[in-house]
């Protein structure tokens, strides 16, 4: 359960009658929307909520897919998600993608045919997006310069291509 809890009096109050099951809510970089993932009978749906709970603002929904992970660029502007699709053999896998926090521009920028994608993490300026992807060859980070939509395999020197990373993040 999700609780609001009013700063001023301590008053608590539950943030939703049934919350949404298997959801992260990953707080804007303002702290004004929740963004989550509302799964239902029909899609699943990205979903924005402020935390007063009062508004509620459906971004993207998708049919046979779950949204996981979701964050923010810096600026709160865009928010990238991963989705997974739970269909047949041809339309499996996960895709990355990134939509603007008004709901436009929803984009591809990536597919896997493998479904291990993590690590979503925006560069400080937002323009690049950092992720890992594994396969059968092992595990690989890649950069999409966002303005672009151009990828990029990193490597580090005197490393093997299929070394096994784990969690890389911007420094």
């Given amino acids: 359960?999700?609780?609001?809890?009013?700063?001023?009096?301590?008053a608590v109050k539950p943030l939703f009658e049934t919350p949404p099951a298997k959801?992260?809510?990953?707080?804007?970089?303002?702290g004004y929307f929740l963004a989550?993932?509302?799964?239902?009978?029909?899609?699943t749906a990205l979903n924005l909520l402020?935390?007063?709970g009062s508004t509620v603002r459906e971004l993207a929904a998708f049919k046979?897919?779950?949204i996981y992970p979701i964050v923010w660029s810096p600026d709160g502007v865009r928010l990238a998600f991963v989705s997974l699709t739970n269909g047949s053999e041809t339309t499996s896998g996960q895709d990355v993608l990134i939509i603007g926090s008004d709901g436009r521009?929803?984009?591809?920028?990536?597919?896997?045919?493998?479904?291990?994608?993590?690590?979503?993490?925006?560069s400080s300026d937002g323009r690049y997006l950092l992720f890992q992807d594994d396969d059968a060859t092992g595990r690989h980070i890649f950069v999409?310069?966002?303005?672009?939509?151009?990828?990029h395999m990193l490597q580090v020197p005197n490393l093997p291509w299929d070394w096994w990373w784990l969690a890389p993040s911007w420094r």
Wanted: proline share 7%; hydrophobic share 30%; glycine share 2%.
């Fill in 1 to 10: 359960m999700v609780y609001l809890v009013r700063v001023e009096d301590q």
């Fill in 23 to 30: 959801s992260d809510f990953v707080p804007s970089p303002d």
């Fill in 36 to 43: 989550y993932m509302k799964p239902s009978e029909q899609n």
């Fill in 50 to 52: 402020t935390p007063n």
């Fill in 64 to 66: 046979n897919t779950s």
């Fill in 105 to 122: 521009e929803l984009q591809q920028i990536y597919h896997s045919a493998f479904g291990s994608i993590n690590n979503l993490s925006f």
């Fill in 144 to 151: 999409v310069e966002l303005s672009t939509l151009e990828q």
